[in-house]
């Protein structure tokens, strides 16, 4: 119980499972009484407006009968209330009510009733605009600096400002670069729009600016903008935030300058009208809701906080002045004047509890009993003091409640492929061409030391691979229990999957004495699917499009060992060739020299290489593991195939575009880019390789080219990539601190084409073969003399180098069709003796 709670003047909760948001809450004399009394006007997402004039006989008694002034169901979701002087031809107050499709104003009045019931209001609707687009919020302001009326703005949910003068449609923009809509203010004093950009910065438009830019039929430019005419829209200024915003408000009391307040998701800001930051805070709570009003010191502004611990913070600037308790958690508040009570503070919360209150304490009444005074005994003070001061250190030693080794035992996670194919495959609904798809059974054992509560297990793979069950829940599990459940994996599509490895992740709780509802906690475990699933013995090619080497520091081992359900059992043990089909028909070929302690493999799709080329790496070292030997080592001396690759980034992004226009291209892109991802693999493992990069190193890499492991990625894989690796570029792969200085844009834009992207990875391998280094940290090391591969120059090495490069540079990397290493593989000839 909290001395510092609002003290409940009025209130009531608002129809049955409705739901309500920051905009559907308004304070204002909607009715044009003119007494100086505000009306409390509320609409929900299930349509229904409702206006209150709450007086209680007494404080704290709930909501009257005739408190509601008037309730009507207008269908359509109310996003926002305003109320402003809407109406042409008059400065009298009228409602406007923002729906998803359709913006309406209405008249609010009241007309004297014959009998007690008292007065009776309606609404009367002067106007209505239908959108063309799905509304999102709105505002309203003097805009333009026009006297005795207000405009309204209204922000879609793609961006667009559409400008209404009353009863008529002036213009609309789109605001540049817009994602997802953000809080959108009117400031008057510098008669600009303010909102909050989806790249977490705040940005400000010019109202003559919007007024005189092109006009926004459609997002795309069109043919008179690239010639020239009409104006562009530039933003007036911006500030990077770092965080998404919940609302904006803009204020101008007599004693203090105009403010634009944001409030953040941990910080609320006040900036100047030219967006420098007057003050920010940080908060200790997550915020919900806030509204910044007038302070009695001069100089200061007072900003009500509500956030999600049920609390309403009042700050004076930046100094918290007070604190007091809700009994919901308001998505809005607002301060009026009600029933001759100034400084009521109107709160509503998602679920329609609406309460009017104020602030203050009641007295005490209880009154603490004296206690006996007695001497302290320091020597018993100073022991005890030591025996806390050991329990603090052991707990911090263990670095949680209990100690490490327990927190490893509470649950083991294992997860086991079965050696055989399932005798009936469950793949009934899917066809390969003309292969019958295999599926196999995967187990998963769950073992927990302790009592278990809330427990789920989730399994992924990656498609096309699919799975028959991927999700398992148990309420609760006692100690010392074994659970085990199982599923299925085959393929499903005649693409391949980018990787044959699937992930097993446990959510679950701890219960402990101080928390019964437990502590949440995660386990995962790893499992490798068999390169059967997806692949069948098959005839060696002798010609092939795309080939690579791979060096080893060991003798060749035969192909018969390290795969053994892929070769005739007639056949010797030492097979150095081997064919493999995989399901859809594409085929790879492996070849082992007997003297060269090389590997080759060979493909007619660049992208297939990478399945059996990773396999072939972690079967010669899971080989060589069993026979003792750890100083095994893989290398790649041969060309980067990076024309190979761009070529299907070129692909990939021509089937965006086709995607964009064409809804059953959707396929196309899919294949597209799982493609995409196993070439991006094989690029990866092969960098690796060339430049014995350690697995911290590697993973910089694959964080880089792989964001989020996105598996159908329909927009943004060439965006991101490039912005990624443009950062390592600019910090630990940086030549000097000019180009450490140089900012990046904060902004993801489609590109028009790939030429970036491929110039900055081509540069950086360049720099990966001139001795950078991948580390988190731009305090790098100073780069060491390193031999390049074959077939490597230098480059103009794009807009981030600090110096221009002499005109006879030519290509770092050759770019050729066929991968053919130049030092030949002895006693491998092309496949002699195959066909036999």
């Keep these: 119980m909290s001395l510092f709670k609002a003290r409940d003047w009025w209130s009531t909760v608002l129809g049955e499972k409705e739901e309500f948001d920051q905009g559907c809450l308004c304070l204002a004399d909607v009715d044009n009484t003119g007494n100086g009394q505000d009306k409390v006007i509320v609409g929900s997402f299930m349509g229904y407006l409702r206006i209150f004039n709450p007086h209680p006989v007494k404080t704290g008694d709930g909501a009257q009968a005739e408190d509601l002034l008037l309730e009507v169901h207008l269908r359509d979701p109310i996003l926002q209330v305003e109320v402003g002087k809407f109406v042409s031809g008059t400065e009298m107050l009228h409602l406007a009510v923002l729906h998803s499709r359709k913006l309406c104003v209405y008249s609010v009045s009241g007309s004297l009733g014959n009998v007690e019931h008292g007065t009776q209001y309606q609404i009367k609707l002067m106007y209505e605009h239908n959108l063309q687009r799905t509304a999102c919020n709105m505002t309203y302001g003097s805009f333009g600096g026009v006297k005795g009326r207000d405009l309204i703005c209204i922000q879609s949910m793609d961006g667009m400002l559409m400008v209404f003068e009353q009863e008529s449609y002036a213009f609309g923009r789109f605001l540049p670069g817009s994602l997802l809509p953000g809080p959108l203010a009117y400031s008057y004093r510098t008669d600009s729009f303010i ?3 989806s790249c977490r910065q705040v940005e400000s438009y010019k109202y003559q600016v919007l007024a005189f830019a092109t006009d926004a039929d459609k997002r795309q430019e069109t043919e008179q903008q690239k010639l020239g005419s009409g104006k562009r829209l530039v933003v007036d200024w911006t500030l990077n935030i770092g965080e998404q915003a919940l609302d904006i408000c803009i204020v101008s009391f007599n004693q203090s300058a105009s403010s634009v307040f944001v409030l953040g998701e941990r910080n609320f800001f006040c900036l100047k009208d030219n967006g420098q930051i007057r003050f920010m805070k940080k908060l200790d709570c997550s915020p919900s809701c806030f509204l910044p009003y007038c302070s009695v010191s001069e100089g200061t502004i007072n900003t009500l906080i509500g956030n999600h611990s049920n609390m309403l913070h009042v700050y004076q ?14 998505v809005a508040v607002r301060v009026g004047c009600l029933h001759d009570l100034k400084g009521v503070i109107v709160t509503l919360s998602d679920d329609g509890h609406l309460q009017c209150s104020y602030l203050g304490t009641d007295p005490s009444l209880f009154q603490a009993p004296k206690v006996e005074s007695r001497e302290l005994n320091y020597d018993e003070l100073d022991i005890e003091l030591k025996e806390l001061q050991k329990i603090i250190k052991d707990v911090n030693k263990s670095q949680g409640v209990w100690p490490m080794t327990e927190r490893e035992d509470d649950l083991k996670v294992s997860a086991m492929v079965s050696p055989n194919f399932d005798s009936v495959s469950q793949s009934t609904d899917v066809e390969v061409g003309a292969d019958l798809v295999p599926s196999v059974t995967v187990k998963v054992t769950l073992q927990n030391r302790v009592t278990l509560q809330k427990i789920r297990l989730s399994v992924y793979v990656q498609p ?9 829940t148990f309420e609760f599990m006692a100690p010392e229990m074994t659970r085990t459940v199982g599923f299925s994996v085959y393929l499903k599509g005649s693409c391949l999957p980018p990787e044959l490895e699937g992930n097993t992740v446990v959510s679950y709780s701890r219960p402990t004495d101080r928390n019964p509802e437990g502590i949440p906690r995660v386990s995962q475990c790893k499992f490798r699917l068999p390169l059967k699933l997806i692949c069948l013995p098959g005839q060696p090619s002798k010609t092939a499009s795309h080939k690579l080497t791979i060096d080893t520091n060991k003798s060749p081992v035969s192909l018969l060992s390290l795969f053994p359900g892929f070769a005739n059992q007639s056949e010797d043990d030492q097979v150095n060739v081997m064919g493999f089909r995989f399901l859809g028909g594409s085929r790879v070929t492996l070849l082992a020299s007997k003297t060269s302690q090389r590997y080759r493999i060979q493909s007619e799709q660049f992208e297939d290489l990478w399945l059996i080329t990773n396999e072939l790496i972690m ?12 100083d095994f080592a893989c290398s790649f001396s041969g060309s980067m195939p990076l024309q190979e690759y761009f070529e299907l980034i070129d692909h990939h992004f021509e089937v965006i575009a086709l995607a964009d226009a064409v809804e059953e291209n959707q396929d196309n892109l899919f294949q597209s880019f799982t493609r995409l991802k196993s070439a991006t693999h094989l690029v990866i493992l092969l960098i690796g390789l060339w430049q014995k990069l350690s697995a911290d190193q590697i993973a910089i890499l694959e964080a880089a080219f792989l964001p989020l492991q996105q598996d159908t990625q329909e927009l943004g894989w060439e965006e991101t990539v490039d912005a990624a690796i443009s950062h390592l570029l600019k910090t630990c792969l940086s030549k000097s601190s000019k180009e450490q200085a140089l900012n990046l844009s904060s902004q993801l834009s489609i590109p028009k084409d790939t030429s970036r992207l491929k110039k900055h990875i081509t540069l950086l391998c360049d720099r990966l073969a001139k001795g950078g280094r991948l580390c988190l940290s731009t305090d790098a090391a100073a780069p060491q003399t390193m031999v390049m591969p074959g077939g490597c120059a230098t480059i103009p090495e794009s807009d981030l180098e600090e110096r221009s490069v002499e005109q006879d540079s030519t290509e770092l990397f050759t770019s050729h069709k066929h991968l053919i290493v130049e030092t030949p593989m002895p006693e491998v000839s092309p ?5 036999e």
């Design 195 to 197: 909102t909050v950009s």
């Design 317 to 330: 600037d930046v100094t918290l002045k007070w604190a007091t308790q809700l009994p919901h958690i308001p």
């Design 464 to 472: 096309p691979l699919v799975l028959t069950c991927d999700q398992f």
């Design 619 to 630: 079967r010669l070292q899971e080989y060589f593991e069993k026979q003792g030997i750890k």
């Design 831 to 835: 496949l002699q003796g195959v066909s």
